[in-house]
T-cell receptor
C-alpha cells in the first residue's frame, strides 16, 4: 500500500505566480489535512477536507489560499499570487476516518523568488 | 497554541533508552496524548498515542502519569536513525487538527 504521495516535491515560483500542490492520500483514506512548516518553525494546521467538502479551514490565510478534494483525483492546495513569505514546506496527511492517526506525505518545498 | 511543554533538545547514547518528557498540566479528561516525530526534511511520522493507560507498540512506550499532567515517551534501544524532532500533542477527541509545538530535538550519539 503506497503511502501519501505529494507532488511536486520541490516547486519554484516567482512572486505573483500561482502554485498548485497535489496530494494523493493513502488508498482507502477519505480524510485529508494540509499543514505548513515555515523555515525553522513547527508545523501549522491549515485545512481539513473530506471528499468534496471542506470541514475545517481555520488555519488557512484569508486570501490567496484555497484547497479542494474532488470526488476523483488528488487534493489540491492552490496559492495565488505567491509572495516570498509563502516559501515553506507544505505537508499533506491522510487518515481513513476522523479521529485517528494521520499519515503524512514527504512534503512539497515551495520557494518563491 | 500547543498545550504541551517539552525540553528543546536532548542527547542519548546509541543503544540506550531515550526518555522524552512532556508536560501537559492543563489537559482535560477526554483529551488524548499523541507523539509524532519528524526526521530531518521528512514528513512527520506517527509514533503512539494514549488516554490514561500506558501504551506500547513496536516503536515505543508511552507512560502517562496518574494525574495525566505529564507523560514520557520511551524509545527502548535508540539507534542513530531515531535522531529527529519529537512532538508531544494533546488532542481533544473530536478535533481533527494536530497542534504541533516546538518539540524536542533528540540526537542519538554514536
Amino acid at each position: 500500500n503506497a503511502g501519501v504521495m505529494q507532488n511536486p516535491r520541490h516547486l519554484v515560483r516567482r512572486r505573483g505566480q500561482e502554485a498548485r500542490l497535489r496530494c494523493s492520500p493513502m488508498k482507502g483514506h477519505s480524510h485529508v489535512y494540509w499543514y505548513r512548516q515555515l523555515p525553522e518553525e513547527g508545523l501549522k494546521f491549515m485545512v481539513y477536507l473530506q471528499k468534496e467538502n471542506i470541514i475545517d479551514e481555520s488555519g488557512m490565510p484569508k486570501e490567496r489560499f484555497s484547497a479542494e478534494f474532488p470526488k476523483e483525483g488528488p487534493s489540491i492546495l492552490r496559492i495565488q499570487q505567491v509572495v516570498r513569505g509563502d516559501s515553506a514546506a507544505y505537508f499533506c496527511a491522510s487518515s481513513p476516518t476522523g479521529g485517528n492517526e494521520q499519515f503524512f506525505g514527504p512534503g512539497t518545498r515551495l520557494t518563491v523568488l | 497554541d500547543a498545550k504541551t511543554t517539552q525540553p528543546p533538545s536532548m542527547d542519548c547514547a546509541e543503544g540506550r533508552a531515550a526518555n522524552l518528557p512532556c508536560n501537559h498540566s492543563t489537559i482535560s479528561g477526554n483529551e488524548y496524548v499523541y507523539w509524532y516525530r519528524q526526521i530531518h526534511s521528512q514528513g512527520p511520522q506517527y509514533i503512539i498515542h494514549g488516554l490514561k493507560n500506558n501504551e506500547t507498540n513496536e516503536m515505543a512506550s508511552l507512560i502517562i502519569t496518574e494525574d495525566r499532567k505529564s507523560s514520557t515517551l520511551i524509545l527502548p534501544h535508540a539507534t542513530l536513525r531515531d535522531t529527529a524532532v519529537y512532538y508531544c500533542i494533546v488532542r481533544p477527541p473530536r478535533e481533527e487538527k494536530l497542534t504541533f509545538g516546538t518539540g524536542t530535538r533528540l540526537t542519538i550519539i554514536p
